[in-house]
């Protein structure tokens, strides 16, 4: 019986076996093709496969999507953009297989409640923010997924005081102004010269000040939408993670600042927010979940 996790990026795909044996090295990824992405996927799952008998196959993928439906039309593949039905196409491709479907967000608070920081809390908030922005809502010790399976889309939370516009038609949204592809628009604005959320943070760890800028400024609108989520929920745990979130830069700093502006009320004085320890496999891990529960319940 073989099992598999997939993750749809914003960027490229990744699979994996789900087993306890298996190490990052063994973990398949590709980057996102100019066309025939499904072609790409399909021959990464069967790698992964390894010619076993796949009973069961977990799905995690940016968003938006149609969880009942098994429908997925994340921005990032355009021939995906009016809908692309990857559930159906799992279940041709392995046949005897269960395959589940969940939103990124999701599958990063599965994986942070089963193996991270949030395994002793019932009540908690997982975010990733590296190209895009993405969260898991925890409340009461399950996974909140929603009408549509798309809750936890923290990026398209409003933050004051800001106004760009955003790829979702609507202005000041998170995701334009604290994920990763913003971040990095704004900061060559200003006339950075680097191209990647990696140049960034590792410019700004060197003291640029264009690029120490930038991650002052998301981390900013990264702690008013934290305190605001937080007061709503009433939570005091948040775990953050992704690649303009890694620890020790200036984002870190403008997060703790905005959270003790706006973290106010006496429920939330107690408010934590900390790096996650998951890495870059957050996701995929927490698609593995979806794979280990498909069919139950």
Not at 247 to 261: E, F, Y
Request: glycine share 16%; net charge negative; charged share 20%.
């Amino acid at each position: 019986m073989t099992m598999l996790a997939l993750e749809i990026g914003p960027n490229g795909f990744a699979a994996s076996r789900v087993a306890d044996d298996v190490g990052e090295d063994e973990i398949r990824r590709v980057p996102i093709p100019a066309r025939a992405a499904w072609d790409s996927c399909r021959d990464l799952l069967l790698e992964a496969a390894d010619g076993g008998d796949v009973t069961r196959v977990g799905i995690g993928s940016v968003g938006p999507l149609d969880m009942a439906a098994g429908v997925v039309a994340p921005p990032g593949i355009a021939e995906w953009g009016t809908g692309f039905g990857i559930v159906a196409a799992v279940e041709k491709l392995f046949p005897n297989a269960i395959v589940q479907l969940a939103l990124d967000g999701v599958c990063l608070g599965l994986a942070e409640r089963n193996f991270g920081a949030t395994n002793d809390v019932l009540d908690a908030l997982a975010v990733m923010v590296s190209d895009r922005i993405g969260a898991g809502v925890m409340v009461g010790g399950f996974v909140v997924v929603g009408r549509t399976g798309n809750a936890g889309n923290l990026g398209h939370v409003l933050v004051p005081g800001f106004d760009e516009r955003c790829e979702c038609g609507g202005r000041g949204c998170l995701e334009a102004v604290a994920g990763g592809i913003s971040a990095v628009k704004w900061a060559r604005a200003q006339g950075w010269q680097g191209t990647s959320v990696d140049d960034l943070v590792g410019q700004a760890r060197a003291g640029d000040e264009l690029a120490d800028a930038a991650l002052t400024r998301a981390g900013t609108a990264l702690g008013g939408a934290i305190a605001s989520v937080a007061a709503l929920l009433d939570l005091d745990l948040v775990v953050l993670g992704g690649t303009l979130a890694a620890p020790g830069t200036s984002l870190w700093k403008a997060l703790g600042a905005a959270v003790a502006t706006h973290a106010r009320l006496g429920y939330l004085t107690g408010l934590r927010v900390v790096p996650s320890e998951l890495g870059e496999v957050g996701v995929l891990a927490g698609a593995g979940v979806l794979a280990l529960t498909a069919g139950e319940g």
